[in-house]
C-alpha cells in the first residue's frame, strides 16, 4: 500500500484531524491521525493488517504484540492474517507490562505492531517488555510513522506511511503563542 493510498484512507474516514492537539508525546501538533476512526470499518483494519503482514510472512512469527489500546485492533488482525498468537501489553503503575496471564517463551519470535509511532517511546516499552519476558522480537511495524523514520524502538521497523508532520514543544508552539486552546483527541469524549 502506498503512501498516498494511505492518506486517502485515512481522510475518507475521518481519521486524519486538522486543528492544535496535544499528542501522546506531550509535543503540539497541528495534524493528529485518530486510527480508531479507521480502524473502526473491518474493511478497513483488514486492508491494513494486510499491507502490513505481507512484510513478514514466511519469518515464522508466532505471536504478534500490541500496546494497549489503540494497536489492539491492527495489532489482532496481523496476527489472524499471519496465523500467530495475538497478546497485548499495558502500563501497570506507569511501566508497560503483560498482563492478563499472557507470557511468552524464551525465544518465542514475536512482532511489536503499533498504529501510529511518533517518538517510538510505547513500542521501545512494548519491546523492552516482551524481551524481558524472553521473546525474541524480531520487528516492529506500523500504519504510520510520524517521524520521518528517526524513531529507534531496537529493533528493524517498518511502516505503511512515514510522514514528516511536524510536531513541537509547547514552548515552540505557535497556536499556543495565538493562545488558542490545544486539545488531546486520544482521550476526547
Ligand atoms: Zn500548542
Redesign the pocket.
Known amino acids: 500500500m502506498r503512501t498516498e493510498e494511505v492518506i486517502e484512507r485515512f481522510k475518507r474516514t475521518g481519521a486524519l484531524l486538522e486543528g492544535?492537539f496535544i499528542l501522546s508525546s506531550g509535543l503540539?501538533s497541528a495534524i493528529y491521525l485518530q486510527c480508531a476512526l479507521l480502524l473502526q470499518h473491518p474493511g478497513e483494519t483488514i486492508a491494513f493488517g494486510e499491507a502490513l503482514a505481507a512484510h513478514y510472512r514466511g519469518q515464522g512469527i508466532e505471536t504478534v504484540a500490541a500496546p494497549a489500546i489503540g494497536a489492539i485492533v491492527i495489532g489482532y488482525e496481523v496476527a489472524r492474517q499471519l496465523g500467530a498468537r495475538f497478546i497485548w501489553t499495558e502500563r501497570e503503575t506507569g511501566q508497560m507490562t503483560l498482563r492478563r496471564g499472557f507470557t511468552v517463551r524464551s525465544g518465542e519470535k514475536v512482532l511489536v505492531v503499533e498504529d501510529v509511532v511518533t517518538t517510538g517511546g510505547s513500542t521501545r516499552e512494548t519491546v523492552e517488555a516482551l524481551r524481558s519476558a524472553g521473546a525474541l522480537v524480531v520487528g516492529a511495524a506500523s500504519i504510520i510513522d510520524r517521524s520521518s523514520g528517526r524513531a529507534d524502538v531496537g529493533v528493524p521497523r517498518i511502516a505503511l506511511a512515514t510522514l514528516d508532520v511536524p510536531s513541537v514543544a509547547?514552548s515552540a508552539?505557535e497556536?499556543?503563542a495565538r493562545g488558542e486552546e490545544?486539545i488531546k483527541p486520544g482521550s476526547r469524549k
Do not use: I, R, T, W
Request: proline share 14%; net charge neutral.
Open positions: 492544535h503540539h509547547p508552539c497556536a499556543c490545544a
